[in-house]
């Protein structure tokens, strides 16, 4: 594996980045450096896409079926009316694939120098936030999941520590070997500094 080492992400929407230019987060210590920003693979996003679509499409579908059993919304509401129907509708559209996006940008698991964080989002207004420090780590276990996975090279890392925090998940994350054998890599180096130290 090519270490992250010598690696710059500048890609503010990168699902495995490398020493992101210009991140930082909340907790962040003095002299603690960002190795590793991973989110969820890109593929997770095609099932809320789809969604989306249809969603857009359900109010030129929707006049057809209607026509099959008789139904004439023309008869039913005004014109001004069925305007701001269509209009709220895609309002909730908008904010439904705004969440989902949301959802995906700020769900992210970062390695640093000395710990790995978990940020978990649970909504515009609720947010988890775990951490375990690189010496608490005791086992890393990466798991391709099915066909896709292995297709698009993404899958979840299963961590054991010994903190506050028993187990951490990435989940589906890219190139899952690649992210496991980086945070063994660093718990190595971890295990061989001086207590306290930060490299």
Avoid: C
Avoid at 74 to 82: A, H, Y
Wanted: proline fraction near 7%; charge should be negative.
């Amino acid at each position: 594996m090519p270490h992250v080492t010598g690696s710059v992400s500048t890609n503010p929407f990168a699902m495995f980045a490398p020493h992101p230019v210009g991140v930082t987060f909340e907790g962040q210590e003095a002299g603690e450096e960002i190795l590793l920003l991973l989110r969820p693979h890109i593929i997770t996003l095609v099932v809320p896409t789809l969604e989306t679509i249809f969603l857009i499409l359900v109010p030129a579908l929707i006049f057809p079926v209607l026509s099959l059993i008789n139904v004439d919304l023309g008869d039913l509401l005004t014109p001004s009316q069925l305007f701001l129907l269509t209009v709220f509708w895609y309002l909730f559209v908008f904010g439904y694939a705004f969440y989902r996006f949301i959802f995906w940008y700020f769900s992210v698991y970062l390695l640093t120098n000395e710990r790995i964080v978990d940020f978990d989002f649970r909504g515009i207004l609720h947010k988890e936030i775990s951490y375990a420090k690189l010496g608490q780590i005791e086992d890393i276990s990466p798991k391709m999941i099915g066909f896709f996975g292995t297709f698009f090279n993404y899958g979840n890392i299963y961590i054991q520590t010994a903190g506050t925090k028993p187990e951490f998940e990435f989940d589906k994350v890219a190139k899952p070997d690649d992210v496991a054998q980086e945070i063994s890599e660093q718990v190595r180096l971890e295990e061989g500094e001086a207590p306290g130290a930060i490299a």
